[in-house]
């Protein structure tokens, strides 16, 4: 009776472990299905998301291409709307002001990008479009095309508006310094080889004019001051 009872007692065991671990199965199947599920919505929102963005990147390279720059300011006010994180709408809604004459909208994006995305080097372009242009702010914007030539391995239009600057500044030295540093970085144009060789025939026609706006900025710049003259 004895061995029977053990017996028993065994079997109840046995079956006791045996719906343990059916239950420990069904409740990893159960978190298993769970994890599933999760994944599977997150792949699918992520991919909604991405589907957006690419809808609203081509809609604006579209209006880009075709400078409708109206155009470009609708997409990425949506595209903003959508994500206003998003750097390349942030960019591109600058472009557009800076087209739209929306000169502090295209400098509060600009900026803001220049500070939240500094690798990105169109932003620095075009903000210093602005500083050396309507804002005049030549100091910035000097500092502003540096920048794009330091992050950007193309940086042709960059170091060609550099040159330039230092063309109406009468700065020879660093116009040729630009010119060789272009050249030797395959960013070189025409204007490089100009800078080069001829560095002293370089004068604008534009150039007092523009010197002066800039002596309006910064009223003790011995650099605009001179170069206002030389022109």
């Known amino acids: 009776m004895k061995s029977v009872a053990a017996s028993a007692r065994i079997e109840r065991s046995r079956g006791a472990g045996r719906c343990a671990a059916e239950r420990r199965g069904r409740s990893v199947r159960k978190s298993l299905v769970a994890l599933f599920l999760v994944v599977t919505f997150a792949l699918a929102y992520a991919g909604i998301v991405y589907l957006k963005a690419s809808q609203f990147k081509q809609a604006a390279e579209l209006a880009r291409s075709s400078d409708d720059w109206d155009q470009l300011a609708r997409v990425t006010q949506l595209w903003l709307q959508d994500d206003a994180g998003a750097p390349l709408a942030r960019l591109y809604a600058g472009e557009a002001a800076i087209h739209r004459g929306e000169l502090e909208r295209a400098t509060e994006l600009l900026e803001g990008l220049t500070q939240s995305?500094?690798?990105?080097?169109?932003?620095?372009?075009?903000?210093?479009?602005?500083?050396?242009?309507?804002?005049?702010?030549?100091?910035?914007?000097?500092?502003?095309?540096?920048?794009?030539?330091?992050?950007?391995?193309?940086?042709?239009?960059?170091?060609?508006?550099?040159?330039?600057?230092?063309?109406?500044?009468?700065?020879?030295?660093?116009?040729?310094?630009?010119?060789?540093?272009?050249?030797?970085?395959?960013?070189?144009?025409?204007?490089?080889?100009?800078?080069?060789?001829?560095?002293?025939?370089?004068?604008?026609?534009?150039?007092?004019?523009?010197?002066?706006?800039?002596?309006?900025?910064?009223?003790?710049?011995?650099?605009?001051?001179?170069?206002?003259?030389?022109?």
């Open 117 to 231: 995305h500094p690798q990105i080097a169109e932003s620095w372009l075009y903000l210093s479009s602005l500083y050396l242009g309507p804002r005049n702010q030549p100091s910035l914007g000097e500092r502003a095309l540096r920048e794009a030539i330091a992050r950007s391995a193309d940086s042709r239009e960059a170091r060609r508006n550099l040159m330039r600057h230092y063309g109406l500044t009468c700065e020879r030295g660093q116009a040729v310094a630009q010119a060789r540093e272009a050249i030797s970085t395959q960013n070189d144009s025409p204007a490089s080889y100009v800078y080069l060789m001829m560095p002293d025939v370089v004068v604008y026609n534009s150039g007092e004019a523009i010197n002066e706006r800039w002596l309006e900025s910064e009223p003790l710049s011995e650099t605009f001051a001179v170069a206002k003259l030389l022109h």
